[in-house]
């Protein structure tokens, strides 16, 4: 690379909770730069989630957090050339790429759920999320698989 790695940034914590990973989530939720309102989506979901829940032990912030560890892939498939092919070869990702590819999966599922508004839509997906179910974690199935299917090519590793 010609230039130096841009450092990174530190995110402040929500007002609410106190989590910078909940902050993380918003800043993809928010569309045109509103912030206060993702956040209003983001809190109202989470309400929607207290009230649906069947687990009494667990807060609904937990439970949006295991719902997105359940949508985090532990495995890809990356493109590289070797000599004239193109082969598909499953890699580990790397912790924050985890992190940020399950939120944006679960955010775009979210959207494209039928529900009212985007708060129930995102709670329908967090609760889908924990119970192992939703479209997000047929996303990082299929993923899994893709990087399964293509692990005879694991030796092409870079």
């Known amino acids: 690379m010609r230039k130096r790695?841009?450092?990174?940034?530190?995110?402040?914590?929500?007002?609410?909770?106190?989590?910078?990973?909940?902050?993380?989530f918003v800043n993809n939720l928010m569309l045109d730069g509103k912030k206060s309102v993702a956040f209003k989506v983001f809190y109202d979901a989470?309400?929607?989630?207290e009230e649906k829940k069947q687990d009494e032990e667990k807060s609904a912030l937990e439970m949006w957090k295991e719902?997105?560890?359940n949508v985090m892939p532990h495995v890809e498939v990356r493109s590289r050339r070797v000599g004239g092919a193109t082969f598909q070869i499953p890699m580990p990702i790397r912790a924050d790429r985890k992190i940020s590819m399950a939120i944006k999966w679960m955010i775009l599922y979210a959207r494209k759920r039928n529900e009212k508004s985007m708060s129930q839509r995102l709670a329908g997906e967090i609760l889908a999320a924990v119970k192992e179910e939703g479209a997000a974690v047929k996303k990082r199935v299929d993923v899994h698989k893709m990087a399964d299917a293509n692990k005879a090519f694991s030796h092409f590793r870079f």
């Open 5 to 24: 790695l841009s450092k990174k940034r530190i995110l402040l914590p929500d007002p609410k909770f106190n989590d910078q990973l909940v902050t993380r």
């Open 46 to 49: 989470l309400e929607i989630v």
């Open 67 to 69: 719902g997105l560890s």
